[in-house]
């Protein structure tokens, strides 16, 4: 079982329609990471969160962790935000270089 | 103030040859990290440098891959007499304070093994 697992793998959904995708873990962590990866191309650090909520323009992160488990939230969907949305996290007394990443999520936002 | 570069950002090398993948950090980012990503898989970590020291390698093989972040200059990842098991995608992040500070991401190199 990976430390980190994401849901769901896959998800495609309306322009305009409210996208959630879920980070589970299993470990202990100091931070949590939302990237966000378009196809061929590089990564880009979403949010960094170690507790409560972090929201930036239409993508809100959210993080339980007594529960183990990360929300990414998108509102008011569009084309462009169709990407692959991974979480990772880092470990105590590891920082950033320990990352444990899930497997992603690929959204698809159809016009 | 530029990003985190990387190049070559596409590679193409033959079995049993050499590859340099070179990553600079953004300005004033002396912590650097590479990640991998296989075909059809998660981001692994490989090494973690600083400058002109290398903090923590656990995640890169032990043979044949090497990295280095000099003094001057960028980071380099070297892979040695590279087998068709090496393609994928070699990610560089850097960050600025310390090793838990937010990453920024290069765009990546790919490299294909004929």
């Known amino acids: 079982k990976n430390e980190v697992e994401q849901s769901p793998q896959n998800l495609t959904a309306q322009e305009g329609e409210f996208i959630t995708i879920n980070c589970s873990y299993s470990?202990?962590?100091?931070?949590l990471h939302w990237l966000q990866q378009h196809p061929g191309g590089g990564i880009v650090s979403l949010f960094m969160l170690s507790s409560g909520k972090k929201k930036h323009g239409r993508l809100i992160a959210t993080i339980n962790i007594q529960e183990k488990h990360s929300s990414l939230h998108i509102t008011a969907s569009h084309p462009r935000d169709s990407a692959v949305y991974i979480c990772a996290v880092s470990t105590p007394n590891f920082g950033n270089e320990k990352l444990t990443f899930g497997t992603g999520t690929r959204l698809t936002i159809i016009p | 103030n530029a990003g985190v570069m990387q190049n070559p950002r596409h590679l193409v090398r033959r079995r049993g040859q050499e590859a340099r993948l070179r990553c600079s950090p953004m300005?004033?980012?002396?912590?650097v990290y590479w990640y991998r990503q296989l075909p059809e898989e998660g981001l692994k970590f490989m090494v973690y440098l600083q400058k002109e020291n290398i903090i923590d390698e656990s995640g890169m093989p032990k043979e044949r891959f090497s990295a280095e972040f000099p003094k001057e200059g960028p980071s380099i990842l070297r892979i040695q007499q590279v087998v068709r098991g090496d393609s994928a995608a070699y990610f560089c992040?850097?960050?600025?304070?310390?090793?838990?500070?937010?990453?920024?991401f290069g765009e990546g190199s790919r490299l294909t093994v004929l």
């Open positions: 470990v202990g962590i100091s931070a």
């Open positions: 300005k004033g980012h002396s912590h």
């Open positions: 992040a850097s960050s600025v304070f310390t090793s838990t500070g937010e990453l920024f």
